[in-house]
């Protein structure tokens, strides 16, 4: 009988601060535990090697939140509102999702992990939603992190809107980031009142590779947030 799940959990990084420090927000964790899988810290501070083994163990792969994804990574010039990157960072998590996507490991990607996820397979983002595109709704709210603040809609028939088991959810929303050309395989599946996309899927994954631009972590009181950890765990389990 197999063990539980192992899931690799990308950490934010420390910027321009004495001593460096490897953090992530013990609401992952938790999450992660809660659906069943045993979560793997994969900080940026890893060697090269020590990546290569710790991702070869895993059974799936979370990209966490955080700081902003270099614009360089994608081709353009910092906007003025870019803040706490960290090259290092940026490295390791487009290198594990390439590496996941090689082993056909289940993915869930939250909110920078979205872009992450999308920027690895050659899309680009928006750097600031609040300028470009421009928007009204606001995407850094103010209310606590488990209070949602705006609704998603939800494609009907896709893999995301089987996961949640809904295809109309409130969320929370801490980005400025945001989706704008897909990368390659990705099919775009929620959205916003405005637009921007908050959800997308990798086409012929089978419900594999699944991205959210909230943060579900922060809601997991709520059924569909619950649903999206026990679908990644249930995944690594198959």
């Known amino acids: 009988m197999r063990g ?3 899931v690799g959990v990308t950490t934010s990084i420390t910027v321009d601060q004495v001593p460096e420090r490897a953090y992530v927000n013990a609401a992952y964790l938790h999450a992660v535990q809660r659906a069943g899988g045993v979560p793997v810290l994969l900080p940026p501070q890893l060697s090269p090697a020590s990546f290569e083994r710790l991702v070869r163990g895993l059974d799936s ?6 700081g902003d994804i270099d614009p360089a990574v994608f081709g353009e010039p910092r906007h003025p509102t870019t803040d706490e990157v960290a090259a290092v960072r940026d490295q390791l998590e487009l290198s594990a999702v390439r590496l996941a996507l090689e082993r056909r490991l289940p993915i869930l990607a939250v909110c920078r992990g979205l872009q992450v996820l999308n920027v690895a397979l050659g899309g680009t983002l928006y750097q600031d939603v609040a300028s470009d595109p421009g928007t009204q709704l606001s995407h850094r709210q103010p209310e606590p992190r488990d209070q949602p603040t705006h609704k998603v809609q939800v494609k009907p028939g896709t893999c995301l809107a089987e996961t949640l088991g ?3 959810l409130e969320v929370n929303s801490m980005h400025h980031q945001a989706v704008k050309a897909l990368g390659a395989g990705l099919t775009a599946v ?3 009142p405005d637009q921007i996309i908050e959800g997308v899927e990798m086409t012929g994954a089978g419900c594999l590779v699944l991205g959210v631009q909230w943060h579900p972590e922060e809601l997991v009181t ?7 950890f026990a679908t990644l765990v249930q995944s690594a389990r198959s």
């Not at 792969?61 to 955080?66: I, N, R, V």
């Open 4 to 6: 539980s799940p192992l």
């Open 222 to 228: 709520s059924e569909p947030a619950r649903r999206l």
């Open 190 to 192: 929620a959205w916003a």
């Open 166 to 168: 809904t295809d109309e």
């Open 61 to 66: 792969l979370l990209l966490t939140g955080g």
